[in-house]
């Protein structure tokens, strides 16, 4: 719910007071009251993988590691943590000393 906070204070320019979050089968509801502080917090989290998206993206290096969720995997075959290979990199890949101008 803390993105969705942010993406609203972004596109309105108004922190929202509370975002709700109810499950339907239980009827339980989950709140959340979000503050500047917090939503600065989540915003740099967010620019910095937007910058490892984007650094990977340029490289071609998109490094595995396993967690517990690797267990639900279909793509385990292709996956270096589990002994398979990757398919080639389908995009260019920009050399490091031209990474600046690019």
Known sequence: ???YALV???LRG???RRLQ?????????????PDERDLLAVER???ALWEAIRLA???????????RL???????AHCPEFG???PPYPLAVVPPQNRGSA
């Open 8 to 10: 609203l204070w972004r």
């Open 70 to 76: 690797c267990g639900w995997c279909d793509h385990q």
């Open 1 to 3: 719910m803390k993105f």
């Open 45 to 47: 989290k967010v620019l």
């Open 84 to 86: 398979g290979t990757p």
């Open 57 to 67: 993206t340029e490289t071609g290096a998109f490094v595995p590691r396993q967690t």
């Open 21 to 33: 979050l109810v499950y339907l089968g239980s009827g339980d509801v989950l709140t959340y009251d």
């Open 14 to 16: 108004v922190i929202p």
